[in-house]
């Protein structure tokens, strides 16, 4: 079992910055990949960034250059920096973990955290 707990969320103007952090406790040991994702009124939860198996990084188009995803080598704890924040930035952001053997993957999310970003 792995529980993640997200801060750092809150109310930003258009071209602010925000950073969002999310703290693993329990099994962390079996963290294969840690990630965040996030979710606006109306629309399905969608991938921000994840840094996966091997230390990859991958980021949705809409916030390559502008989010930047990381992690302390003990996948305890993975980060999310955001600059040139956009009013579509608006959204609730999961942290995400992968855990288990690579041949069976679960996902474990937090609670969310809420980012806005205003006008």
């Known amino acids: 079992q792995v529980q993640l707990v997200e801060f750092g969320g809150g109310l930003v103007q258009v071209g602010g910055s925000l950073r969002l952090s999310c703290e693993a406790s329990g099994s962390t040991y079996s963290i294969a990949a840690m990630g965040w994702y996030r979710q606006a009124p109306g629309k399905e939860r969608e991938m921000v960034a994840v840094v996966g198996i091997g230390g990859t990084t991958t980021y949705a188009d809409s916030v390559k250059g502008r989010f930047t995803i990381s992690t302390d080598n003990a996948k305890k704890w993975v980060y999310l920096q955001m600059n040139s924040l956009k009013p579509e930035d608006t959204a609730v952001y999961y942290c995400?973990?992968?855990?288990?053997?690579?041949?069976?993957?679960?996902?474990?999310w937090g609670q969310g955290t809420q980012v806005t970003v205003s006008l």
């Open positions: 995400n973990a992968q855990v288990g053997p690579h041949s069976y993957l679960m996902p474990y």
